[in-house]
């Protein structure tokens, strides 16, 4: 079966222009989750969802993020406007249960100038 | 306080050695799991190992063990047999039951090994 699927694997976008990160989860898998990582703060959970729903969200930095999942397959993080402190690389991981290993995508890098 | 502890930013080992790979964490939790994670410098989280609190024996996968020791809270890597390949970052992790977020992994600074000949 395929992993995560995450594209674009590379961004680099201006100061305020929108950027749109996407995420495939493995088929079967309940669980979803968006993290970033940055040199400062490493690895830290942005949103989780189950079965399509978003559960926790409090680790979305600021209304400038969002993140939804319309369906069990499609996951997107959304930055509008992007800022250049947004430059990370953003990972979507994806598990069966809620105790369960995640399996991380290839990751986003996302460059802000 | 850090929920998760890797206290060596940086490691060196000899192919072909064992190296362990420390990492203390700090729960009120009875119930909670821990992971190891392997962040090649192509960037992927690649899982590697789980613990969970409630397990007697120390998880094992291959090469990798988890040497768990509950009463002093630590969750040491040892790899044994070192291989080029190894070299990479290694993330330790711990997911605890009674938060508001139970599948919530709180992720250690990492640790960098690197492999030499």
């Known amino acids: 079966d395929a992993g995560v699927i995450q594209s674009p694997r590379h961004e680099v976008t201006e100061m305020g222009q929108e950027v749109t990160l996407r995420c495939k989860p493995i088929?079967?898998?309940?669980?979803l989750f968006w993290y970033r990582q940055t040199m400062m703060r490493g690895l830290e959970l942005l949103i989780y969802f189950n079965n399509n729903v978003p559960i926790d969200d409090s680790g979305m930095p600021e209304d400038r993020f969002s993140a939804k999942m319309p369906n069990a397959s499609f996951s997107t993080l959304k930055i509008q406007p992007s800022e250049p402190r947004d430059s990370a690389v953003y990972f979507c991981?994806?598990?069966?249960?809620?105790?369960?290993?995640?399996?991380f995508g290839p990751g986003t890098r996302l460059t802000v100038t | 306080a850090q929920k998760i502890t890797q206290t060596q930013p940086g490691m060196f080992v000899q192919e072909k050695e064992a190296v362990t790979l420390d990492c203390t964490y700090d729960?009120?939790?009875?119930?909670?799991?821990l992971f190891w994670y392997k962040q090649p410098s192509s960037g992927e989280m690649i899982f590697l190992i789980y613990q969970g609190s409630y397990d007697e024996q120390n998880a094992t996968e291959g090469r990798y063990s988890l040497n768990f020791q509950k009463a002093r809270k630590s969750a040491n890597l040892v790899i044994s047999a070192s291989q080029l390949g190894d070299s990479a970052m290694y993330f330790c992790a711990m997911r605890e039951k009674n938060t508001g977020t139970a599948s919530k992994l709180t992720f250690g600074t990492g640790t960098r090994l690197q492999v030499t000949l």
């Open positions: 991981a994806s598990s069966l249960e809620v105790r369960g290993k995640q399996y």
């Open positions: 088929s079967g898998h309940d669980y």
């Open positions: 729960t009120s939790d009875q119930s909670y799991g």
